[in-house]
């Protein structure tokens, strides 16, 4: 295929190549993209977005990835601890994360009850910083505008990340960003937000009681 070719405008690149160094140092290596960044745009259909993680559930879902190809050895809960450090980003002015996120995720189970209970409130709690807007698109949402997709991340109107399973590709080309830009408006239009996306989370919190 055409994107499994690296070029200057996209980049395939494979996980088991990214985690030869192991989780902590890819966790790291962000560290000056999102520095670089001031907009986020982020939508996720599997995962809490790696932004908004406690360092339970970031443990749970990287002990996930420790028989990975390629992986020489476990260090998850290292890694855990660098991504909730990198997502101090969050606190520093002059920035904005807009993330959206299926309703599906608040029920995906990855760590035990007590760890998912704690990273649904701490997505109550995240949700009022000031920089973030978080948007939850309702598992009752009928005729959708799109159905869900993969995941993918969109820094400033430069790049965009998507997470494939054996890969990472890397888009440049703008008029594939644009795709992505209004692909991303399309699913952002049937997300709730405020007290309605609250509302979501507490009823996935009280599930898990």
Known sequence: ?????????????????????????????????????????????????????????????????????????DDSAEAARARVERSRILHQPGREFVLLVEESVLYHQIPEPETMAAQLENLVTASALPAVSLGIVPLATRERAQWPQETFHVYDDTLVSVELISAEVKITQPSEIALYLQMFEQLRSMAVYGAEARALILKALEALR
């Open 1 to 73: 295929m055409q994107q499994n070719r690296p070029s200057a405008e996209s980049t395939y690149t494979e996980w088991q190549h990214q985690v030869r160094g192991g989780l902590k140092p890819l966790q790291e290596s962000l560290v000056p993209l999102f520095q670089e960044t001031q907009l986020f745009r982020i939508y996720s259909s599997t995962l809490m977005p790696g932004l908004l993680q406690t360092e339970g559930y970031a443990a749970a879902v990287l002990r996930r990835l420790a028989g990975f190809p390629g992986l020489p050895f």
